[in-house]
């Protein structure tokens, strides 16, 4: 079977949501050395795990993970972090 290469914009949201490593480690129970190996592209999530991933940043999976040569545009999603500091 063909291996694809996936890519992600898991660094993109996590820095709009100023969330260090060790941060998104902890949210999603796994070390901070195999999340930042996923935001890297070196490691694949499980189904699972990109599920969770997507649903934290509010976004569809295809918006967070993607392959290779493909470019979707990324969402700001600072309106939603204002939201909440207002609260």
């Known amino acids: 079977m ?14 709009q949501r100023e969330k260090s490593l060790a941060d ?3 949210i999603f129970g796994m070390y901070s050395e195999t999340y930042k190996k996923i935001e890297l592209g070196l490691k694949s999530p499980s ?3 990109a599920w ?7 976004l ?5 993970f993607f392959r290779e040569g493909q470019k979707p545009e ?7 972090k204002r939201a909440n ?3």
């Open 2 to 15: 063909e291996s694809i290469n996936h890519k992600n914009h898991l660094h993109f949201y996590r820095i």
């Open 24 to 26: 998104m480690g902890m």
């Open 47 to 49: 189904m699972d795990q």
């Open 52 to 58: 969770r991933m997507a649903d934290f940043f509010g």
């Open 60 to 64: 569809e999976l295809h918006e967070l």
């Open 74 to 80: 990324l969402r700001v999603i600072v309106q939603r």
């Open 85 to 87: 500091q207002q609260k």
